[in-house]
């Protein structure tokens, strides 16, 4: 579905337990140009404890050499971005 309202979406999506994909719901959406390896990097100052404990940050780091989010964020650019010649990661967080 594309071009669907937000009026038409909860009058006939959001409570009815009917299945829609939206085709173009990022279309105008500025993450798009945003979000990038430095522009979380910047979110949090050296010392933030979500860097570093469990206790405010669920992160898994799938098949990663990184222990915390803090590793992460002291990566290379390079393989922050997934360059050829770097290993890769993937990382889950939530805060």
Do not use: K
């Amino acid at each position: 579905m594309s071009r669907l309202s937000r009026e038409s979406f909860e009058e006939l999506y959001a409570y009815s337990g009917r299945p829609v994909i939206v085709t173009d719901a990022m279309v105008n959406w500025s993450a798009l140009q945003t979000f990038n390896f430095e522009f979380f990097r910047g979110i949090y100052s050296h010392d933030s404890p979500t860097l570093v404990s469990s206790e405010h940050c669920q992160f898994f780091p799938y098949e990663s050499d990184f222990s915390n989010l803090s590793d992460v964020f002291l990566m290379s650019v390079e393989r922050a971005n997934l360059h050829s010649d770097s290993e890769p990661w993937y990382i889950g967080w939530y805060v």
